[in-house]
T-cell receptor, first 119, second 114 residues
């Protein structure tokens, strides 16, 4: 099956760090740019980070820039998000999402992993 | 940033009736070099991740029922469900991918059965 599976979600204290992972199966991750998108409880979708297929280009939303780092290991078919200096407002479901081969929309999403930032 | 605004925020439609959701972008998402609108629609059912329905504003993703259609160009777009089924209850989001830093989504439209 073609799928993305996120892991690493947890309850973490404000100021703490966490590393999320996204494992791809059923397709070659290196052929696709990837993104992380989050959704706070009961809220809408917020794009937070992009990485190109080779990993040479990254970008971040202003809300996470300087605190989060996206990376990928194409040999392991995996994507990571290192999250530092976590805040209560980072509490959300975090999804990894694949960029389509035709253009820049997201054609495949994982089921998400939940981060709760609270003391 | 390109701001995406959907209307209405919520919508209740009877089974078998038409549902229409609007999406407006703060600037054109029509790319002149290929004459394509960089606009996608996603469906999110409770407890599930978003699912791609439509890209290029009007192209259905493989496997999406033909009761779903997208239209519009430039800054104004519409998602139409021609005959609402019970399984269409969900939140629908538009997204522009004209600018990928940042990508932006509409706030979502909650669709319910009347």
């Amino acid at each position: 099956d073609v799928q993305l599976v996120e892991s690493g979600g947890a309850l973490v204290q404000p100021g703490g760090s966490l590393r999320l992972s996204c494992a791809a199966s059923g397709f070659t991750l290196s052929s696709h740019s990837m993104n992380w998108v989050r959704q706070a409880p009961g809220k809408g979708l917020e794009w937070i980070s992009f990485i190109s297929s080779s990993g040479s280009t990254t970008s971040y939303a202003g809300s996470v820039k300087g605190r989060f780092t996206i990376s990928r290991d194409n040999a392991k078919n995996s994507l990571d998000l290192q999250m530092n200096s976590l805040r209560a407002e980072d509490t959300a479901m975090y999804y990894c999402a694949r960029v389509g081969v035709i253009s820049w929309y997201f054609d495949l999403w994982g089921r998400g992993t939940l981060i709760t930032v609270s003391s | 940033d390109i701001v995406m605004t959907q209307s209405p925020d919520s919508l209740a439609v009877s089974l078998g009736e038409r549902a229409t959701i609007n999406c407006k972008s703060s600037q054109s998402v029509l790319y002149s070099s290929n004459n394509k609108n960089f606009l996608a629609w996603y469906q999110q059912k409770p407890g599930l991740p978003p699912k791609l329905l439509i890209y290029w504003a009007s192209t259905r993703e493989s496997g999406v029922p033909d009761r779903f259609s997208g239209s519009g160009s430039g800054t104004d777009f519409t998602l139409t469900i021609s005959s609402l089924q019970a399984e269409d209850v969900a939140v629908y989001y538009c997204q522009q991918y004209y600018s990928t830093s940042p990508y932006t989504f509409g706030q979502g439209t909650k669709l319910e059965i009347k």
